[in-house]
């Protein structure tokens, strides 16, 4: 195949050499992705986390000509975050030491061969080979005193000494350096020479395999952060080897493929040139510009129509000036153009308005709602591409749609989940501080709220008796009776092991809370017919406290006035020395 079909070839060519070197750590069948509450509460924070890597590390990590950073092992943790339900940044630096400087959550393309210091890392998700690169000047059985290329900050292989070593920032580096000439040879993994080989089109490096090396590379973590270790490598088991593919594949066919005139005049030589000065010549330079625009848009096109047919992604181009929306086949298979082109287009335009000074990629990411074919709504990821004149001017948007309701869907479930007990159904301590912390924030001064807090009394006596699935039964029914008792505006809360708490909103009076009181004991005994669950309760009123924590206090403080009491279950405090005992 000559120098110029190389230089060109399609993603499909792409896909077959990155599927023959790959060799992954991921079962044929994810596993599902189950986190303990500490893992739940650790996300629930919701913690932009901060991914890190060195440049020029591709196909794991890298960044495109657009400043975009890409990559397998990116790919990876964006799954895990959209499946687990975090955010991330990624930052690529020029050394391993600025990596740790910048204190990193993640550390990406971590291998064992070279850990790092207070790094711990993750079950590893994809292995390589070591492969010995040189220029083909050098005679491979001779490089006992030629120039090895090195990475800053890595170590030298065995047999390799440090006089004959220059180092370099990355992969990328000292493989130019090695096809330059500035150095004879170097050492790197079969996925790195592969796509620099097809995005560069080297002429001098050749490549043999040394079986010398296996390398595992895994996420790296900083030591003690044991939880999130344990959510990456929960992510990790949770993605099937089906899903890895189509990871794998968005990278694949993106390599930017770099033709240079060189690689067009040894396959064309006089020919080549003869037909560019005949073309400028019969054409003008301003058609000929116009030209090369709509053929970038047409390379452009096929591009995302094969990733399409792959991805089952839906593309479509919507034309400013005629204002016409053109879509695939597959578009048309499951959206009703016609019927949603509005909503696309007000989507677009809106987008546009944003662009003039973002370059081509700014606001190019949209969330939309769309209704199906079937009738169904669906979640898209809209992403986009402004063509431009060579004035500047955008004269079109081409883009995908990607059907993301379901992982919008699991998102919201494991959202939801950490907000919640998972015995009762009601919301957990932190849910319930945060939400109180934020009314009592926006509450207007003239109105009137309560804060309770609901005791089992001496639940450890029905344990011991009945056995701890009766009162786990017991718990259930106070939550049930919670529910049947105050408002759908009022928030019910679990806070302890038998502790539970309502905050209620706007209350009329303090009889309110009285009924209230009577009303949940009766309740609750209905529900519990084989033993009674008796309960105490305190309740904090008034315009006092306005923290959760004075808040919390001064019912806690009634909840124990009311167990003192013995014949009182509820005892309200007024924000005062005084408190209001009801029997």
């Given at each position: 195949?000559?120098?110029?079909?190389?230089?060109?070839?399609?993603?499909?060519?792409?896909?077959l050499i990155f599927s023959a070197l790959f060799r992954f750590s991921f079962p044929a069948e994810g596993k599902e992705l189950v986190l303990s509450g500490e893992e739940k509460d650790y996300l629930?924070?919701?913690?932009?986390?901060?991914?890190?890597?060195?440049?020029?590390?591709?196909?794991?990590?890298?960044?495109?000509?657009?400043?975009?950073?890409?990559?397998?092992?990116?790919?990876?943790?964006?799954?895990?975050?959209?499946?687990?339900?975090?955010?991330?940044?990624?930052?690529?630096?020029?050394?391993?030491?600025?990596?740790?400087?910048?204190?990193?959550?993640?550390?990406?393309?971590?291998?064992?061969?070279?850990?790092?210091?207070?790094?711990?890392?993750?079950?590893?998700?994809?292995?390589?080979?070591?492969?010995?690169?040189?220029?083909?000047?050098?005679?491979?059985?001779?490089?006992?005193?030629?120039?090895?290329?090195?990475?800053?900050?890595?170590?030298?292989?065995?047999?390799?000494?440090?006089?004959?070593?220059?180092?370099?920032?990355?992969?990328?580096?000292?493989?130019?350096?090695?096809?330059?000439?500035?150095?004879?040879?170097?050492?790197?993994?079969?996925?790195?020479?592969?796509?620099?080989?097809?995005?560069?089109?080297?002429?001098?490096?050749?490549?043999?395999?040394?079986?010398?090396?296996?390398?595992?590379?895994?996420?790296g973590v900083p030591e003690g952060n044991e939880i999130l270790l344990s959510i990456i490598n929960k992510g990790l088991a949770a993605i099937d080897k089906t899903r890895l593919d189509a990871l794998?594949?968005?990278?694949?066919?993106?390599?930017?493929?770099?033709?240079?005139?060189?690689?067009?005049?040894?396959?064309?030589?006089?020919?080549?040139?003869?037909?560019?000065?005949?073309?400028?010549?019969?054409?003008?330079?301003?058609?000929?510009?116009?030209?090369?625009?709509?053929?970038?848009a047409k390379r452009e096109n096929e591009r995302y129509r094969i990733l399409s047919e792959i991805s089952n992604e839906l593309l479509f181009e919507y034309q400013l000036e005629s204002e016409r929306?053109?879509?695939?086949?597959?578009?048309?298979?499951?959206?009703?153009?016609?019927?949603?082109?509005?909503?696309?287009?007000?989507?677009?335009?809106?987008?546009?308005?944003?662009?003039?000074?973002?370059?081509?990629?700014?606001?190019?990411?949209?969330?939309?709602?769309?209704?199906?074919?079937?009738?169904?709504?669906?979640?898209?990821?809209?992403?986009?591409?402004?063509?431009?004149?060579?004035?500047?001017?955008?004269?079109?948007?081409?883009?995908?749609?990607?059907?993301?309701?379901?992982?919008?869907?699991?998102?919201?479930?494991?959202?939801?989940?950490?907000?919640?007990?998972?015995?009762?159904?009601?919301?957990?301590?932190?849910?319930?501080?945060?939400?109180?912390?934020?009314?009592?924030?926006?509450?207007?001064?003239?109105?009137?709220?309560?804060?309770?807090?609901?005791?089992?009394?001496?639940?450890?006596?029905?344990?011991?008796?009945?056995?701890?699935?009766?009162?786990?039964?017991?718990?259930?029914?106070?939550?049930?009776?919670?529910?049947?008792?105050?408002?759908?505006?009022?928030?019910?809360?679990?806070?302890?092991?038998?502790?539970?708490?309502?905050?209620?909103?706007?209350?009329?009076?303090?009889?309110?809370?009285?009924?209230?009181?009577?009303?949940?004991?009766?309740?609750?005994?209905?529900?519990?017919?084989?033993?009674?669950?008796?309960?105490?309760?305190?309740?904090?009123?008034?315009?006092?406290?306005?923290?959760?924590?004075?808040?919390?206090?001064?019912?806690?403080?009634?909840?124990?006035?009311?167990?003192?009491?013995?014949?009182?279950?509820?005892?309200?405090?007024?924000?005062?020395?005084?408190?209001?005992?009801?029997?």
């Amino acid at each position: 195949m000559n120098k110029f079909i190389a230089g060109i070839q399609g993603a499909a060519v792409t896909v077959l050499i990155f599927s023959a070197l790959f060799r992954f750590s991921f079962p044929a069948e994810g596993k599902e992705l189950v986190l303990s509450g500490e893992e739940k509460d650790y996300l629930a924070a919701g913690k932009v986390l901060r991914a890190a890597s060195i440049e020029g590390g591709a196909p794991l990590h890298y960044r495109d000509s657009q400043g975009e950073i890409k990559g397998i092992a990116v790919n990876i943790l964006r799954e895990i975050g959209e499946t687990a339900g975090f955010e991330l940044e990624f930052s690529l630096y020029d050394s391993i030491p600025d990596v740790l400087a910048s204190g990193p959550d993640l550390i990406l393309g971590l291998t064992k061969q070279y850990p790092l210091p207070g790094i711990a890392a993750s079950n590893s998700y994809l292995e390589s080979e070591t492969v010995l690169f040189y220029n083909r000047k050098i005679e491979p059985s001779r490089l006992a005193h030629k120039v090895y290329a090195g990475i800053k900050g890595g170590t030298l292989p065995e047999g390799v000494r440090e006089e004959q070593s220059v180092y370099y920032g990355n992969r990328e580096e000292t493989i130019n350096a090695v096809e330059a000439g500035r150095a004879d040879f170097g050492l790197g993994n079969a996925y790195s020479l592969a796509f620099y080989t097809l995005q560069n089109g080297y002429k001098n490096i050749i490549t043999i395999p040394t079986g010398a090396e296996e390398r595992a590379y895994s996420m790296g973590v900083p030591e003690g952060n044991e939880i999130l270790l344990s959510i990456i490598n929960k992510g990790l088991a949770a993605i099937d080897k089906t899903r890895l593919d189509a990871l794998v594949l968005e990278v694949a066919s993106q390599i930017e493929r770099k033709i240079t005139p060189a690689m067009l005049l040894d396959e064309y030589g006089a020919w080549f040139l003869t037909l560019v000065v005949s073309s400028i010549a019969a054409l003008g330079w301003g058609v000929w510009i116009n030209v090369g625009a709509k053929n970038e848009a047409k390379r452009e096109n096929e591009r995302y129509r094969i990733l399409s047919e792959i991805s089952n992604e839906l593309l479509f181009e919507y034309q400013l000036e005629s204002e016409r929306l053109i879509v695939s086949d597959k578009f048309k298979d499951q959206i009703d153009p016609d019927k949603q082109k509005g909503k696309i287009i007000k989507e677009l335009q809106k987008a546009l308005r944003g662009s003039e000074n973002g370059g081509d990629f700014a606001s190019r990411v949209k969330t939309a709602e769309l209704r199906l074919r079937s009738g169904e709504v669906g979640i898209f990821r809209m992403s986009f591409y402004y063509l431009r004149a060579p004035n500047g001017r955008v004269y079109s948007i081409i883009g995908k749609l990607t059907d993301i309701s379901a992982e919008t869907e699991e998102k919201k479930r494991l959202i939801a989940q950490a907000q919640l007990d998972g015995l009762t159904g009601l919301y957990n301590t932190v849910t319930v501080k945060k939400r109180i912390t934020a009314r009592l924030a926006a509450k207007a001064e003239e109105e009137k709220d309560a804060f309770m807090i609901i005791d089992c009394d001496n639940f450890k006596a029905i344990n011991d008796t009945y056995g701890h699935w009766k009162g786990n039964m017991a718990l259930k029914n106070v939550a049930r009776a919670l529910q049947r008792t105050f408002r759908q505006t009022d928030l019910l809360g679990r806070i302890g092991g038998d502790e539970f708490c309502v905050y209620l909103q706007n209350i009329a009076s303090e009889d309110f809370i009285s009924s209230k009181c009577r009303q949940l004991t009766e309740c609750l005994a209905e529900l519990n017919t084989e033993f009674p669950v008796p309960i105490s309760i305190g309740v904090a009123a008034g315009a006092g406290p306005r923290t959760y924590e004075e808040l919390f206090l001064a019912a806690d403080s009634a909840l124990y006035s009311a167990k003192k009491s013995g014949d009182s279950f509820c005892v309200i405090n007024r924000s005062s020395p005084a408190a209001e005992q009801i029997n």
